[in-house]
């Protein structure tokens, strides 16, 4: 097993759906609707990402067509009331658009959706051309993995290497996702590394210890030997 995290091409959508600047209202809508999709990239030239409408970009002219604004919300809802009176993608989309690069991991991915608070990310390249897609569904992908599958990574690429030429002291179990680490460990100042090692393994729901230092191994009372008396 490769111990390289996965990245944001190994989970994106390369087929995409996407609209031009000059896209109307209506046609917007009817995309979203046939692709059953939330966001449209707006794309210019020769497919060059310059932002994003979505299903929240298109609200406004519902939520203000039986009735005008009041002050209030004039002041606060400029933008909304903007997008109200638009009728193309030009004037919808939010832009600059929220991407990511193929080569970002997923947990990268990741962190820029929650931070910016969108459920999907263009995939562009280094001209800013898109190439691909990826929604949060997509980043789950990850946890879809075998729990053996995981073990073995971890015991190849974090265990395997702690113990090098030497028979590890640490076992591997994985249920559900979640990795169990049992045994003993030399250095017991490991074991915060080991845990960081083991998150960062695709999969990984959560990390269980049950280590301890050989020294306190050994003062464990053993079974007494029964056997012949002389």
Known sequence: MSSNPRTVSDVMT????AVSRTAAYKE????LAEWQVSAVPVLEGEGRVIGVVSEADL???EEFKDRDPSRWEQLRQLDDL????AKSAE???STPAVTVHPSA???EAARVMARKGVKRLPVVDGEGKLTGIVSRADLLKVYLRADEDIAEEVREDVIARLFRNRRPTVEVQ???GVVTLSGSLDDTAMVPLVTRLVR???GVVNVELRLSPPALRSRIPQPPVVGPQF
């Open 14 to 17: 390369q087929t995409v759906v």
């Open 28 to 31: 917007i809508a009817k995309v």
């Open 59 to 61: 609200l406004p002219k």
């Open 82 to 85: 903007v997008k109200a009176g």
């Open 91 to 93: 004037d919808l989309m």
């Open 105 to 107: 991991t997923v947990a």
């Open 174 to 176: 994985v249920t559900e």
């Open 200 to 202: 960062a393994v695709d």
